[in-house]
C-alpha cells in the first residue's frame, strides 16, 4: 500500500512544440505521396484518353483499308448518303454526322460516277463529326494522297495493271488459281519414278527440266430435254518428262484435272462469261529451253473471254531478269472462224511482273510470248499478243486507285473550326 501511494502517475503529454514538430513530419512525408497519387491519376487518365483516340483512328483505319477511293468517297458524301453512318464502324459508334471537305472532294458526273483529279496535287480529305467512342465524342479527318503514284501520262491517274473480279459471278464465271505446291507435288511423283527406273532425277532436277502445260478446255454437249448445250470448262495442269527418264511403258507425265471451274448443269441457259487462270510463271522456260505451254480448247467457237495473269510467284532480287527472260508459247483451238474469234484474251504476258509490282512502272518484254496460235478447224495463224488482246480488266483500269491513308482524331467540335491545331492522334498507312 505504501508503495502505490508514493507511485506518481505521469499524465505530461505532448508540448505545442512537439505536436508542431509531428505535424511538419508528417506533411513532409504525407505531401509527395499525395503528388505521386494525383499525378499518376492525370497519368492514368490522359494514357486512356491517348487510348481512346487511338482506338478511333485505328477502327477507321482498319474499315478504310480495303476500301477503293470509290467506295470511300460514297460513304462521305452527303449526296448518295445523307445524314447517314459509316458502314465500316461498329453500332457503338453511332450517330455520326457525315460531311466533306468541299474542296478536295471529287464530283460526280451525270452517270453517277466519281470524278477525281487529275493533276499532281490530287489529294482527297473527308471529315466525319461527333464519333461516339467510351463515352466521348470526337471529329476524325482522312486524308488520302495519291500523289507519289502521279502518272503524268494518264493525266494524274493511277494506270497500275490489275485484275479486276469484282463482278465475278459463279453462275457465268469460271476461277483458277495454281496451288502454291501443285508443282512441287507432281516433280515429286515424278522424281519417284525417275528412282524406280534407276535415273537419279530430284524434285528439283524435275522442276528445271520438265516441260510445263497448262490446258483449258472448253466443251459443249447436247443437254437431255433442252435446247441448250451443257457446257463445262476444266483445267488440266501437266508436267512432262523424256520418256527415257522414266524407261519405256511408264507414263512421262504427272497431272492434275480440275473440272469443276465452270458448268452449267442447273441451268443450261446459263454460258460461260469469263474463265480467270492465275498462274505461277516457269521461269526454267527460256529461249533455248521453252518448258513453258498454255492451250485453250474452245472447238465450239463459245464466246468467252480468258483472263490468262501471271502470278508474282518469288520475291527475288533477280525478279526483274527472271521476267526479262521467261518465254512461253500459247495455242488457242477453234472451229470454223467467222468474223472474228470466239476466244477473247485478257492477259499481262508481255510486261515485266517485277517492275510492275515494285517500281509502279510498264516495261514491256515483247519476246515474253514466244508465239499465240489461233488454230481455226485446223488452220493455224500466228497471231501478235497485243493485237488480240485486250485492257487486263476488260473495262478501263485507269482511275485514283493506290493511295497513302491517313487519319486523324480531334476534339469534338474541331470540323466546324476546320480542324485547326494539333491532331489528339494520328494514324498513316500505305
Not at 497519387?37 to 483512328?57: F, P, Q, R, W
Not at 471537305?101 to 471529287?106: I, L, Y
Not at 463459245?302 to 483472263?307: E, Q, R, S
Request: charged fraction near 20%; charge should be negative; include cysteine.
Amino acid at each position: 500500500m505504501e508503495k502505490q501511494k508514493n507511485k506518481k502517475i505521469n499524465n505530461k503529454g505532448f508540448t505545442l512544440v512537439e505536436l508542431l514538430i509531428a505535424v511538419a513530419i508528417v506533411a513532409v512525408i504525407v505531401a509527395p505521396i499525395l503528388t505521386a497519387i494525383t499525378t499518376s491519376m492525370k497519368v492514368n487518365k490522359k494514357s486512356d484518353d491517348m487510348l481512346n483516340e487511338t482506338a478511333v483512328a485505328q477502327t477507321f483505319m482498319e474499315g478504310l483499308q480495303d476500301m477503293s477511293l470509290e467506295e470511300i468517297a460514297r460513304q462521305f458524301s452527303t449526296v448518295t448518303n445523307p445524314g447517314g453512318t459509316l458502314n465500316f464502324l461498329p453500332s457503338g459508334m453511332g450517330g455520326t454526322i457525315h460531311r466533306e471537305d468541299q474542296t478536295s472532294f471529287p464530283t460526280q458526273d451525270q452517270d453517277g460516277n466519281w470524278v477525281f483529279q487529275k493533276s499532281v496535287n490530287n489529294t482527297y480529305t473527308f471529315a466525319a463529326a461527333d464519333v461516339e467512342y467510351d463515352g466521348k465524342k470526337y471529329d476524325v479527318r482522312v486524308t488520302l494522297d495519291a500523289r507519289d503514284y502521279y502518272t503524268a501520262a494518264k493525266d494524274g491517274l493511277n494506270d497500275k495493271m490489275y485484275v479486276d473480279i469484282s463482278d465475278y459471278d459463279s453462275k457465268y464465271d469460271g476461277l483458277y488459281v495454281q496451288s502454291a505446291n501443285v508443282n512441287s507435288e507432281l516433280c515429286s511423283k515424278l522424281a519417284l519414278k525417275c528412282v524406280t527406273a534407276n535415273n537419279p532425277k530430284t524434285a528439283d532436277d524435275i522442276a528445271e527440266e520438265a516441260d510445263r502445260t497448262i490446258t483449258v478446255n472448253i466443251t459443249s454437249t447436247t443437254a437431255s430435254g433442252s435446247t441448250d448445250p451443257l457446257i463445262e470448262v476444266s483445267v488440266n495442269y501437266r508436267l512432262e518428262v523424256p520418256q527415257d527418264y522414266v524407261g519405256t511403258g511408264v507414263q512421262n507425265w504427272a497431272d492434275q484435272n480440275f473440272n469443276s471451274l465452270f458448268i452449267n448443269t442447273a441451268d443450261t441457259t446459263k454460258k460461260p462469261r469469263n474463265i480467270y487462270i492465275l498462274y505461277n510463271p516457269n521461269y526454267y522456260s527460256v529461249n533455248a529451253h521453252l518448258r513453258e505451254h498454255i492451250v485453250i480448247n474452245n472447238q465450239e467457237n463459245i464466246p468467252v473471254t480468258v483472263y490468262l495473269i501471271k502470278q508474282s510467284s518469288v520475291e527475288e532480287f533477280n525478279q526483274s531478269a527472271l521476267e526479262t527472260n521467261y518465254r512461253v508459247d500459247m495455242k488457242v483451238t477453234e472451229g470454223v472462224k467467222g468474223s472474228e474469234y470466239a476466244t477473247k484474251l485478257r492477259t499481262n504476258l508481255g510486261y515485266n511482273l517485277y517492275d510492275l509490282l515494285k517500281t509502279n512502272t510498264y516495261r514491256e518484254e515483247p519476246l515474253q510470248v514466244q508465239q499465240l496460235i489461233y488454230e481455226c478447224a485446223g488452220v493455224s495463224t500466228i497471231e501478235s499478243v497485243y493485237d488480240v488482246s485486250e485492257t487486263i480488266t476488260g473495262k478501263s483500269n485507269e482511275t485514283v486507285r493506290i493511295f497513302k491513308k491517313k487519319v486523324e482524331v480531334y476534339p469534338s467540335g474541331s470540323y466546324s473550326r476546320n480542324f485547326s491545331g494539333a491532331p489528339l492522334a494520328t494514324i498513316s498507312s500505305e
